[in-house]
């Protein structure tokens, strides 16, 4: 529910959608015919969650760390929508679908770049950034 919230914040960025258009998605680009008709963008996922308790139970306090992935074949392009997804995000809080987010922190970015299978020059760039953003959720009842 986390990365439908992120993603529906980042949807209503216009510096980032003014890039990447509706090009953001959970974990992969969904496969077609020619994925340069989808590019750049941006895929999102979980790389793990961690739930605060109290003695009771649980406190309805979470930190999630998130890798945030930018795709595209200029690295120029993808460098600019990595900056305005981390001015959008970076110290966030606020709404977040169903969450409440408290804080999100830029952890990490690295690069990377993934060459065709052809050897042409039409490879994918790639900047990975990590993402903690912490959050509020509801807290089960029990009866």
Not at 64 to 88: H, K, P, T
Not at 113 to 142: C, M, Q, R
């Amino acid at each position: 529910m986390i990365l439908a919230g992120i993603r529906t914040y980042l949807l209503s960025q216009s510096a980032v959608t003014d890039i990447c258009g509706n090009e953001i998605y959970a974990l992969r680009v969904p496969q077609r015919e020619k994925i340069e008709d989808h590019l750049p963008a941006i895929t999102i996922g979980r790389t793990s969650v961690t739930r605060d308790y109290d003695l009771d139970d649980s406190a309805g306090y979470v930190r999630a760390s998130i890798r945030v992935d930018f795709w595209g074949q200029n690295y120029d392009q993808i460098e600019a929508l990595a900056e305005a997804v981390r001015v959008s995000l970076l110290g966030y809080a606020g709404n977040l679908g169903t969450h409440t987010a408290e804080e999100i922190r830029l952890n990490d970015e690295s690069d990377d770049y993934d060459f065709a299978d052809d050897a042409s020059d039409l490879g994918l760039f790639s900047i990975s950034a990590d993402y903690t953003v912490a959050f509020t959720e509801t807290i089960p009842t029990h009866s």
